[in-house]
């Protein structure tokens, strides 16, 4: 079973916030599982801040896990079902999860 882990410089709560999102999923499970983009994925574990594991309607689950530390977080992905190499993906995953993030601006 495929396995990365990193301590990025971003909360729980900020971390959250970017991989509790159905679109991220979907798109994840396209990179990591050669799956259309648009495949249904169903959330089998979701512990705010903390947990999160989906699978995909093709062949494979995605399992990630937040911990504090320090200051920042430690991110453990760990995937089931992969088709072929998955490390490089799973970088370029951890990689879009540690890069700053663009928000609108708005006027209050």
Partial sequence: MPTIERTL???PPELWELVDDPELMRR??????????NTEVD?????????????SSGPGRVELALAEKGWGTNV?????????????ALEDLLEELASPQKRPFTRT
């Fill in 9 to 11: 410089v971003k909360s």
């Fill in 28 to 37: 994840w499970s396209a990179k990591l599982f050669g799956a259309a983009a």
């Fill in 43 to 55: 959330v089998v574990e979701h512990e705010p801040e903390s947990r999160l594991a989906w699978e």
């Fill in 76 to 88: 453990e992905i760990r995937i089931e079902g992969s088709n072929g190499d998955a490390a490089e």
